[in-house]
Every structure is written in structure tokens, then in C-alpha cells.
């Protein structure tokens, strides 16, 4: 096995060949490419070849998953360029893996990477369920629609065990509040009985990301979320059971799924899908070089390319995170690719006016103490 090493955090160490291989045993079925410390950290940990070989491999990265008990579980956001102020994150980090995901430098936070530790090393909020009916509870409480599965996806694999996500969902049906989810998993099928009743009520909507119809694309980009095909079929069976739809081509990316917008887009209407949208792919802090290094890896040819494509829709930079660029880009490039994305909309009849979710019919849940009402 080889030695760990550690050295000051601004020498920025590369990694050897031997190293490399190393983790072609630790990654089986991840996204990363490795496990750089978190930028926080005075020192990051590196595997180097200690010069004794013949050592067995490294096991394959197991999933671990730690409990976490927060104070509050709504977080609050005034960004102009999403359409909710509110959501919930029952998990942190997420198995699906997918290479591209902007939430991985949010592992630095716990002294994590936001490398392969983001994808295996996983937290889960067992008190989500009792936090939010708190909350909703509360004398000064509003009622808007909750976001769920726009940092990590709620329906991950680990959900099958905790249950979050359904725990959340039957506060949320039960208080009848409305709530928007995003997912790349056919798991959000199991909640068809919450959901149905929720949709009828105009309470619920359910996006799916799409990114590729390439299913070896899919698998290098996202190991371990639903193929392409399940995805549509989940979009197809939630359509088919009354419950508004919406695809989600996101990310875009330069030179490797841009040519699919238009196919994509026409899968998910043939199928009853009333809603699109779409995402320039962001490359946040240390998710560029997490990236970067996924490219030289899978595609070698095409890593240049498609990284200066990428900053040409960010003003020549790594990542512009400014309030209306960042979700879209800038430059002819990512103009291009909103034209193109608008052009297949409208041709396809996906509606400009979305979907706006009901909430006036919200009953708080009763607050600790407070007698029940009769009626």
C-alpha cells in the first residue's frame, strides 16, 4: 500500500504515475479522479510510492455515511437567478457522482474533498422531517415553494435506507405546502402515492436532469445516478400519473453534450413533459481542476477544446459567479447555445410561462403545547 504524505497546502503537490494507478483501484465506479484536500486545510495528503512495491491493491472506496444533527433544516437564499428563496438538503455530498457537479467544493466545509470524498463520504440528516414540521409550525412562517434535490440529489442511493426524502415529503403533503424536486433518480417513483394527491392539488412538481442519451457518456459523467433511458421512463411514468414535469439539460457542455439539446429535448416532449430548461456547466473553485482532470482522463483530445470553450463562456476566466452570467455564461458561444435551446423549445411547444405551484392551501402543523383544532 503506499505511504501517505502530507506538505504545506500552498505547494499544490502533482500526483505520480504510480500514484495514478493507485486510484484507478480507489475510483472503480466514481466520478472523480481524486481526492485532493479540501481548500481549508493547512496541509493536503497525497499517495506516493514509498519504493517498496508488490503491495496488494487498494480496496474499492466504500460509501460511508455519518449522521448530522443541524439546528434548522430550511435554508434561505435572494439569489436573482433561481426561481425559489427556500429548500432542503437531506443529505450533504452525493453517491450519484457526477463529475460536474458545482456542489462539491461545499465538502471543503467539513474537511473534506470535494473529490472523492464528496461521492463516499456522506452525511445524512436523520431530524429532517421533525426540523421542517418546527418550522413550519413557526407564528412568522410563509408559506413559498421549497426547493428539494438543487445541491444534492434527495432520491441518491443511500435514500432506499434513510428515508429522508420521504420523511420530508409527508410533512410536506400532510401541511400541504407546495415543493419543486430535482432528481436524476427513478427512486422519486416510489413517492408516487404522495405525489399523485399533492399534484392534483397543484402542489408538486418534478424535474429531471438529462444530460446525455449517450449511456457511456452517462456512466463516465455520472456513475452511479439512472441510466439516460430509466430517466425518461421515470419522466414518462410521472407525466403519465398526473404529475407536472419539467427535463432539465444540464450541464451543458462544450464540444460533448451541446449536440444533444435538440434530441433531448424532443425525447422528453414525446413523452408528456411540459417543461424544459437548461444550464451552462459551472466550474466553481476546486471543481475546475476536479473536472479538468476527469477530461484529460476519459478524453484526452478533446480536454483542450472543450476547456477554452468553457472559458469562453465565463469572459476568458475559470468561473464567473456574477448574478446573471453565471447560470447561462457570456460570449457568442453560450449565446449561441440559448438560441438554440429557445429555437427547440418553442418548436417542440414547451410552454415560456412555468408552472406556478399553489400556496394557499397551507395548514401549519401544530406547534408544541397548541391544542388541535376539531374541525
Known amino acids: 500500500m503506499p505511504a501517505t504524505a502530507y506538505v504545506e497546502r500552498f505547494r499544490a503537490p502533482s500526483r505520480s504515475a504510480d500514484a495514478q494507478q493507485t486510484l484507478l483501484n480507489l475510483r472503480r465506479g466514481r466520478g472523480a479522479q481524486s481526492n485532493e484536500s479540501g481548500r481549508f486545510e493547512l496541509h493536503a495528503y497525497v499517495p506516493i510510492d514509498d519504493g517498496w512495491g508488490g503491495q496488494e491493491p487498494e480496496a474499492q472506496l466504500a460509501t460511508t455515511v455519518t449522521l448530522e444533527r443541524p439546528k434548522t433544516i430550511i435554508a434561505r437564499n435572494d439569489s436573482p437567478d433561481i426561481s425559489f428563496d427556500r429548500s432542503i438538503n437531506p443529505y450533504r455530498g452525493c453517491e ?6 458545482f456542489a462539491r467544493p ?8 470535494p473529490g472523492l470524498d464528496f461521492e463516499s463520504k456522506l452525511f445524512a440528516k436523520p431530524d429532517a422531517a421533525s426540523l421542517l414540521e418546527r418550522e413550519l409550525a413557526a407564528k412568522n412562517y410563509t408559506p413559498r415553494t421549497i426547493a428539494i434535490g438543487t445541491n444534492t440529489d434527495p432520491y441518491q442511493p443511500i435514500e432506499r435506507q434513510h428515508r429522508l426524502m420521504r420523511q420530508v415529503l409527508e ?30 392539488k397543484g402542489l408538486v412538481k418534478v424535474a429531471l436532469s438529462v444530460t446525455t442519451l449517450d449511456p457511456v457518456l452517462a456512466r463516465k459523467m455520472e456513475p452511479r ?49 411540459r417543461e424544459a430548461g437548461y444550464v451552462m456547466l459551472r466550474l466553481p473553485l476546486e471543481l475546475h ?20 470553450l468553457v472559458r ?17 455564461g457570456t460570449g457568442p458561444y453560450a449565446w449561441m ?4 435551446f429557445e429555437a427547440a423549445a418553442v418548436k417542440l411547444g414547451f410552454g415560456r410561462n412555468k408552472l406556478k405551484l399553489r400556496h394557499d392551501l397551507f395548514v401549519p402543523p401544530a406547534r408544541a403545547g397548541q391544542q388541535l383544532r376539531l374541525l
Open 96 to 101: 450519484h457522482g457526477c463529475v460536474y457537479c
Open 106 to 113: 461545499t465538502h471543503a466545509y467539513m474537511g473534506l474533498s
Open 171 to 200: 410533512v410536506l403533503a400532510r401541511a400541504q405546502h407546495p415543493v419543486g424536486i430535482v432528481t436524476k433518480s427513478a427512486l422519486v417513483l416510489r413517492d408516487l402515492d404522495l405525489l399523485v394527491p399533492m399534484a392534483q
Open 225 to 273: 445516478a439512472a441510466t439516460p433511458e430509466k430517466r425518461l421512463a421515470t419522466l414518462n411514468a410521472l407525466a403519465e400519473a398526473g404529475v407536472p414535469t419539467c427535463v432539465m439539460v444540464a450541464p451543458i457542455i462544450p464540444a460533448l453534450n451541446d449536440s444533444e439539446i435538440e434530441s433531448i429535448l424532443a425525447r422528453a416532449k414525446a413523452i408528456g413533459v
Open 289 to 308: 481542476d476536479l473536472f479538468s482532470e476527469w477530461l484529460t482522463a476519459h478524453y484526452p483530445d478533446k480536454a483542450r477544446h472543450i476547456l477554452s
Open 312 to 328: 469562453s463562456t465565463r469572459d476568458g476566466k475559470k468561473y464567473d459567479s456574477t448574478f446573471g452570467k453565471r447560470m447561462t
Open 337 to 340: 447555445i440559448g438560441r438554440r
